[in-house]
């Protein structure tokens, strides 16, 4: 239990990280859009592996699946 809480706040301390180095460093806007862009594109790349295999394993084969893609 105490092993996930560390990794959990080891996870989380990221986003305190990123939040103090956006007070200390000012970004443009282009360089902001372009981290945006990036990951909102792995969150869409993450759900789509999610469902795809999930499909597949539904559908008992590829064939439906791509054609859904």
């Known amino acids: 239990m105490a092993e996930a809480f560390w990794w959990?706040?080891?996870?989380?301390?990221?986003?305190?990280?990123?939040?103090?180095?956006?007070?200390?460093?000012?970004?443009?806007?282009?360089?902001?859009?372009?981290?945006?862009a990036f990951g909102?594109?792995?969150?869409?790349?993450a759900v789509a592996f999610e469902l795809v295999e999930e499909g597949i394993r539904t559908a008992g084969g590829i064939r439906a699946v791509a054609a859904g893609l």
Do not use: E, P, T, Y
Request: glycine letters at 20%; a positive charge.
């Open 40 to 45: 909102g594109g792995v969150l869409i790349s």
């Open 8 to 36: 959990g706040l080891l996870a989380g301390s990221s986003l305190i990280l990123g939040g103090l180095l956006s007070l200390w460093f000012r970004l443009a806007d282009r360089w902001i859009g372009h981290i945006m």
